[in-house]
């Protein structure tokens, strides 16, 4: 297929096919307690497809599993929505919430695994892989959700949002750790801001507003811009049912984030934000890229640096500024710490905006400031990198980093596991064919989505 669209070729080139294979080859061995499956969606768009937006491309979850020392199967499936075959999100009679991508992200929560988008609901799919359909808390989901809800590791309770550019703007929800909605709330002050991901901590909700919002005048089929009219804010929630009359908004400096690395409360009882975000160049270069147009950079993400936020809610103030100067996306951490203070976090390092530099995978060390690099090699793309704990583990980083990797010199894909302190190579798992690359997956350890 040929296309001057930067998403449908190189290491994004669409997969064609549905697979099944069994026995994959793996190369060192596998730690025993990795037992259960690593799932990771992203946009593939069917043969013939050529969406105007990269995440207009629908969705494809990729699994592996492994048991024991073995990696006994590798399947990949589109996620069956009504979009897949080409329904309109917008109809006569307004949203189509299931004509749904689902091509961003995939969990695991109360025994369901769900392929996510942020403007549609959940699709409930089978430990398989084979759709079920779209999902809706029993009725009391009748808004789009996050593709990026928050387990809280103390309570199982699931936290999670929906955003419109319409009134209301964003809700909020939170299910409990047997899958049931038990609380919802309109939040007051918020506004028709692009909000891809929030944070929690002990005690509060953590919302993120940018510079990028809705407008009707955009034409990628995703219909928001930067705006220099758009404050850029965060909203400081307390956790509880009477939490949304308490929001409280605080002015930030212009930019834009996708995705949180982790926030909690320090010692003053300040909160502490940190996650990759871009400054209006780096949004244009990136959104240029995301739709093919002109001036686009050479990576899906341009000038994107990890910027920490401080928030003083007692004075009310913030503190913000950028702790390094490395291109990176794909945050994550030890969800154990998830809004908690945590000492190590993890992100993919992208070339800059002009393709210099390679891509890695990256460790920081939040106490020292230090970072570690472990280079993927010459054409080789790694996939964000789930962390899954060791058994037994003591330390915060006593675990593994599971990575796809996408090879064009080989044309070929492997898992690559890692340690996770070190960053050492522990085993390869051969895949049968190269896999695109994706945004979001998860580690569903036996036992869980069943």
């Known amino acids: 297929?040929?296309?001057?669209?930067?998403?449908?070729?190189?290491?994004?080139?669409?997969?064609?096919?549905?697979?099944?294979?069994?026995?994959?080859?793996?190369?060192?061995?596998?730690?025993?307690?990795?037992?259960?499956?690593?799932?990771?969606?992203?946009?593939?768009?069917?043969?013939?497809?050529?969406?105007?937006?990269?995440?207009?491309?629908?969705?494809?979850?990729?699994?592996?599993?492994?048991?024991?020392?073995?990696?006994?199967?590798?399947?990949?499936?589109?996620?069956?929505t009504p979009a897949l075959d080409g329904a309109p999100y917008m109809t006569d009679r307004g949203p189509d919430l299931t004509a749904s991508t689902a091509g961003t992200h995939i969990i695991e929560h109360a025994g369901r695994l769900l392929a996510l988008c942020e403007a549609n609901l959940p699709f409930e799919l089978t430990p398989q892989l084979d759709t079920v359909g779209a999902f809706d808390f029993e009725g009391k989901l009748r808004t789009a959700m996050t593709a990026h809800p928050k387990e809280d590791p103390l309570t199982g309770e699931l936290h999670f949002f929906g955003s419109s550019p319409f009134p209301p703007y964003l809700m909020y929800y939170v299910a409990d750790a047997k899958g049931e909605i038990v609380h919802s709330a309109e939040i007051p002050g918020a506004t028709a801001a692009l909000k891809h991901d929030f944070a929690i901590t002990r005690h509060h909700v953590v919302f993120v507003e940018g510079n990028v919002t809705f407008d009707p005048a955009d034409h990628s089929g995703i219909p928001y811009s930067w705006s220099d009219a758009q404050p850029a804010r965060i909203g400081v929630m307390p956790r509880g049912k009477d939490g949304a009359g308490s929001v409280r908004w605080f002015s930030i400096e212009p930019g834009n984030m996708l995705h949180v690395s982790n926030a909690y409360e320090d010692g003053q009882g300040r909160i502490v934000l940190e996650g990759p975000t871009v400054d209006h160049e780096g949004f244009q270069l990136s959104w240029n890229w995301w739709i093919g147009a002109p001036g686009r950079g050479t990576e899906p993400v341009s000038r994107s640096y990890t910027r920490r936020w401080v928030v003083d809610t007692a004075a009310g103030s913030v503190d913000e500024q950028i702790i390094d100067d490395l291109p990176v996306e794909f945050p994550t951490l030890n969800e154990q710490y998830l809004g908690l203070e945590n000492r190590y976090q993890y992100a993919i390092s992208f070339p800059d905006e002009k393709?210099?530099?390679?891509?890695?995978?990256?460790?920081?060390?939040?106490?020292?400031?230090?970072?570690?690099?472990?280079?993927?090699?010459?054409?080789?793309?790694?996939?964000?990198?789930?962390?899954?704990?060791?058994?037994?583990?003591?330390?915060e980083d006593d675990g593994y980093l599971l990575t796809v990797i996408s090879d064009l010199k080989q044309d070929a894909s492997q898992l690559l596991v890692l340690d996770a302190c070190g960053l050492d190579r522990i085993a390869t798992v051969h895949l049968p064919h190269r896999v695109s690359a994706g945004l979001h997956g998860s580690w569903i350890p036996d036992g869980a989505g069943d």
């Not at 259960?36 to 990269?54: C, D, S, Y």
């Not at 048991?67 to 199967?73: D, L």
């Open 355 to 395: 393709g210099f530099g390679g891509y890695s995978l990256v460790k920081y060390d939040r106490t020292t400031g230090a970072r570690r690099i472990h280079q993927v090699g010459d054409a080789r793309m790694p996939s964000e990198a789930v962390f899954v704990p060791a058994a037994g583990a003591t330390r």
């Open 1 to 80: 297929m040929t296309t001057d669209k930067p998403y449908l070729t190189g290491h994004y080139t669409p997969v064609a096919d549905e697979v099944t294979a069994t026995e994959l080859t793996v190369e060192g061995t596998l730690p025993p307690e990795l037992t259960g499956r690593l799932l990771r969606n992203g946009h593939n768009p069917k043969p013939g497809a050529t969406p105007t937006h990269w995440f207009k491309g629908s969705g494809m979850v990729h699994g592996i599993r492994l048991r024991e020392g073995r990696a006994e199967w590798y399947r990949n499936r589109w996620v069956h």
